[in-house]
């Protein structure tokens, strides 16, 4: 067993995070996917974070920021309050807590936005996450990047509105 994790941190994004959160990005791409993506795949979809749109879509909606001791260690990235368009933690703290963190995060803040579902794109080796957070699959995906085609799922989950919120607990 790994030692455990200093208590993890959020913030929001900043400018200056783009280069570190593009090592997270690759960095797990790299070393989480292996079981269900080939060696091209994941170099194809690595190299996304190279891109300039990677840091566009960084700022475009809300990105928070996992970290540990002041430094960043996962983030995920919520566009028009309900599509989770990137999620990613680093190899180091996989399993320890932080992606729960992060997305419990952002589910409560979408749902404090009105947003009635949260909407991913998710692949193949992240889908027990989402499946035990009561997302359910709507379509099967396949997406070319470069010369390689990854497969991933968008899969759905109907938050709880404010009202049904405020019903269940008077």
């Not at 193949?124 to 989402?130: K, L, T, V």
Request: aromatic fraction near 8%.
């Amino acid at each position: 067993m790994g030692q455990s994790l200093p208590k993890p941190g959020l913030r929001p994004f900043l400018p200056a995070d783009v280069s570190m959160l593009a090592e997270i990005f690759q960095a797990s791409v790299e070393e989480l996917t292996g079981e269900d993506y080939s060696e091209g795949q994941q170099e194809a979809w690595a190299a996304t974070a190279e891109d300039e749109t990677f840091a566009q879509r960084l700022a475009e909606g809300l990105t928070l920021i996992a970290t540990v001791e002041g430094s960043p260690v996962g983030f995920i990235a919520l566009r028009n309050n309900e599509l989770i368009d990137l999620f990613y933690v680093h190899p180091a703290v996989a399993g320890q807590g932080v992606g729960s963190m992060l997305y419990d995060a952002i589910e409560k803040l979408a749902g404090a936005r009105g947003a009635e579902k949260l909407i991913a794109d998710v692949s193949d080796n992240a889908r027990p996450f989402f499946d035990k957070r009561g997302f359910q699959p709507q379509r099967r995906n396949t997406i070319p990047l470069g010369d390689e085609w990854l497969g991933n799922t968008t899969m759905e989950k109907r938050l709880a509105s404010q009202a049904e919120d405020r019903k269940l607990s008077s």
